[in-house]
């Protein structure tokens, strides 16, 4: 089955791993802008991040016949140093309309301090000036309710925001109920300890239906696995889920979010074909 | 196709076991270490944990996460000085 991963950070991982995903089924993926493990320390160090992303990555991914696109913006990890956040905000346009480029995020919250929540509404300004959808992430472990709520706070008070183009992610049992019934798309990330088991995604397309959910692999330079939507699918096929159900949420599902991108320039594998016998 | 809970429970009775096992041998290890962890928060919502799982209510799993939660305060914005509708602060 082909299948997209919606949510996966490769410039932290290795070419090897371009080829497994390709092996897997893996026909593209979607890198949000995140941090690097490190505070960058000036708006060109983001500027060379953009480059990479937009670039580099697109066609190392492109050699495993694997579609790369991404999404721009300074993680909410590096929102404390608000004067570098207005930097690379104002820089982001310079990139908007680079091939692959489908919107801003992962914008969100990590520790849910006032000036992460500034920097996310400065966000949301950018993104509304320049018509772009958003990927939001969620933040981790007791932090992540709260953080999810403020959000919701926040979207659901601009009029502005179209919630059909916004994708908040990283959601589990406590918090995917309040995304959906806001009307926006929620993205479910497989991890070994900190986030959701394939098991228990299974378990929220199995109560929540698969409409507007989608399962990523957060794959980084921490503990995580790139190949956990294979995982997912296994898991779906072991229950006994059809075929069609499965494909809905790892592939249909990402296509129609990103669909709404005016540079998702995304061919299934079988349109390229060159070779005929 | 519809999945009985009896099917669900073949499946999974071996793994449920080995993870009550696992909660088991920790719970033995923090005990035999020196020291205690009574008091300790952590212990105290690990043990609710517990509770919640054998209680009655629906959705354990995401009572549980709400147990790990911190709370939200829908007055945030006000304290935080990000008054609705001003992204320019
Ligand atoms: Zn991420």
Redesign the pocket.
Known sequence: MYYFDP?I?MVSRTTDDYATLARMGCVAVSE?A?WAGFDRGSVDSFRDYFHQLTDFERRRAAQFGIQHFTWLCINAKEAENVELSREVIAMIPEFLDEPGVLGIG?IGLNKNTRNEAQIFLEHLDLAIQFDQPILI?TPHLEDKYLGTRMILDMLTSDHRIDTDRVLV?HVEEHTVGDVLKDGFWAGMTLYPVTKCTPQRAADIIEVYGPERLLVNS?G?WGPSKPTAVPDFIFEMRQRGHAESVIRRVVYENPIEFFSQSSNFDYRAPDEEAVVTI | METSATQILDREFLELRARILELAASFDRLERAKGTVEGDQRWDLLQQGLEVLLGSQEERARAVQLLFSLSYDPDWREKYGLSRGVSNG
């Open positions: 949510h950070h949000p995140f992962e992430h992610d957060a980084d």
